[in-house]
């Protein structure tokens, strides 16, 4: 008989050779994780397709130039996706659910720029098995999405 932890050890295994994940227990205030990325053309024509969010802004350089952004940017749940593959790939890792996400944009992100997405742990709630964390996205050192989340992570054994 398969179970749960059986399908979770499997993911985690085709996931990355290298990334285990992290149960409920492991987790500690402070600990945090990262995923980076290069946003292409490529990624913001994909994600168009797939979101059904064809605005002009993000698809139409001659469009672009007439908002305050002067050029194209990248959709801002695009680059909320990295902060969701931090947590399904590296940490909590497979198995964990979002619960919330809440997000201020800040910025835009331009195709070329490097955003990397940051989750740090701020805290448990053990009656759940949940846990929480600070969530940002930045290029270079500038925050272009700044939030918090709440995920359901699998516990141990």
Known sequence: ???????????????????KPY?????????SATFTKTVTEADIVKFAEISGDTNPVHLDAAYAATTMFKQRIAHGMLSVGFISAVFGTIMPGPGSIYVAQNLKFKAPVKIGDTVTARVEVTGQIPEKKFVTFKTQCLVGDKVVIDGDATLMVPVRG
Not at 1 to 19: F, Y
Not at 23 to 31: A, I
């Open 23 to 31: 149960f409920f227990e492991d987790l500690k205030t402070g600990l």
């Open 1 to 19: 008989m398969t179970t749960r932890k059986d399908h979770r050890m499997a993911a985690a295994a085709q996931s990355s050779a290298e990334t």
